[in-house]
Every structure is written in C-alpha cells, then in structure tokens.
C-alpha cells in the first residue's frame, strides 16, 4: 500500500506551550483516506484585580479566599484533534465524510487528569461544483462560524476561562466578541462558487433544555427550540497578486418557548444577524467582526437570553484583530473583543 505522508510541525507559541498537526493520505481503491490531527498545550498564568462578578460574566476574578493569581495547564481554544475524512467521487457526484474527536488535557478529579473527549463531526456531503452541495450530520453551525475560524486565538490560548485549571479548553472570544456557533446536527446546502460568491442555508437541531448559565428545565428557565433552526451564511471571497481576503454576512432565526413561573409556556422568535471582513496584505491580517440579536442571549446560544418570565434580552457585540507573520513564519497578533447583554424592558437594574 503506497502512502503519502505529510507532516507539519508547528514552533512554540506563547510559554510553554507546543503545537503540532500532521495528515496520512492512504489511497484505498475509489476512496482517498485522510488521518489528520493536531496536539497542543499550554501552561498558563493569570492576576485579577477583582473579586466582583455578574451572572455569566467570563472575567477573571479573585477566587473565594481573595488570592489574585492563579495557573493551570489545558489545550487552547482548539483541542487536541484526530479526524478521519474520506472522500471519492462516483457518479459523477463528491461524496465525503468526517469523523473526529476531541481528548482534552486537564479534567481535573480525585483520579487525576483523565481528560473529556468529544466527537465534534460526524456527517457526509455529497456535490458537485456544478450544482454545490449537501451535508447531513453534526459539524460547526452555521451561523457565527466565520467569527470564530478567523479568530487568532484558535492556535492560541485565547481569553476567558483561561486561567482555570481543569477546563476543558480556553475560550478565545467566545462570549467577549462573538457567541459560540458551536457543534449541530444539520442539513445544509452549499451553492457553487459563483466567481468568489458562495451561500450555505441549513436546518439545524432544535435542541431542547437549553439555559446557558440557568438551572435546567425549571418554571422561568427551561428555553426549548419549537421547530428546526435557520442558520445560513454568504461570503464573498477576493485574491490578488499581494491582496486577498473574504466578507461575509449570515444570521439565524429559532422559535422557543419558555417555561414561565406560572407555569405556562411563553413562545417567541429569538433572531441574530452577524457581519465581518478579513483582508490579508502582505504578512499583515486585518479581521473586523460584528453581531447583533435579541433572544439569543450570549457566550452560547440562548445563554441567559430571556427573564424568568419570557422576556427577551438583545445582545451585540464584536472584535478587531490585527496580526503580522514574521519571517520565522510565527505569527503575532492583538484583538480588542466585547460582547454586551442587555436588561429586557421592565428588568431592574442589578438584576442578576
């Protein structure tokens, strides 16, 4: 059997910290056969001027007893990753499909470290660049997708829950620049690529319980998803001689209900709209990302997106970045990120 083995190995990043990624191609028969990956950790430390906090706020703070620093060791925004993809065509049509998983680096328990694995993909598409395409599985939403592959912390450690110790991995801008498009069941069409235009529209799972940060499936908390979620997303991408770059724009829409005190169910549309560009010139990146949505709350889908009594909440937010590769192929970057929640009407002043 002929293999054709490619490997890559990326240098330190930030302290103590190590990154490497590789894909075995194995012909077998009308399949080519892809087994690809990376590892990473880091060893990070952190110093918070406060102890205050607010109801699913990811600053930094001071832990219960008052100590202002901590460490801990855990992957980046991007876990450690095996995945093994398949692809042939047949018929005249692409078929593909995708499977990975996730072990983690810290889990922390009285056994020790043990880890979380998780399986984040696992569909097939079939297409082809005359007709695009069609995809039936779980894989990244739609929605907000963009946002978080163009953030320069993917590689990274990221922001957020970086400092604590025992978490599965850090969150990038998750919750501080953009909500989390996270890992759906889905069916979604891709259109050809028409001269750098292309559109995904999809049906994605109506999870049911969602709360973010509430307690689950009690009168004022239980969120549940009506019907499927409509996610989709256009982008237009450009490239030059020493230019290149994409814009997209993409939103959502779910139909929810709530549990409320009285024990009757409250029903509305929670809706969110997202814009962004990416321009690459040269070694430099430029990345300008912006939401804006009300119901759907924020860090994660309908994380504290309504009142107890079936109030929506509107939320916005988005993040400036600018990175520059260096000769040494490294590259350096700085982001500014914020991600607001607002008092639904009537809702008191430091309400929770």
Known sequence: MNKNIKLAVAGAVLALSATANAGIIIPAGDWTL?????????????????????????????????????????????????????TTRQNDVDVTFNLSMQPGVSDNGATGDFGTTAFRTSYVSFGDKSWGSVKLGKDLGIFASDAILSDMTLLGVGSGLASVSGGNTTLGGIGSGYIYAAWKGQVAYTTPNFNGFQATVGLTNPNQGLTGTQANNTAGNGIFQDRFGLEGQATYSFA????????????????????AASSLYTESTSSVADLGANV?????GLTGYYYTGEGVGTTVMFGDSHTTTGQKRDSDGGYLQATYTLPIKTKIGLAYGKSSLDLASGEATGSA
């Open 34 to 86: 892809d087994i690809n990956g990376n590892v990473n950790a880091f060893a990070s430390w952190h110093k918070a001027d406060h102890r205050a906090t607010v109801t699913g706020g990811l600053a930094t703070r001071k832990d219960i007893v008052g100590e202002d620093q901590g460490q801990n060791i855990n992957t980046g925004l991007l876990p450690t990753w095996i995945g093994f993809t398949g």
């Open 240 to 259: 030059g001689d020493a230019l290149n770059g994409k814009v997209w724009v993409g939103g959502a829409s779910y139909k929810v209900k709530q549990l």
């Open 280 to 284: 690459n010139f040269g070694a430099v």
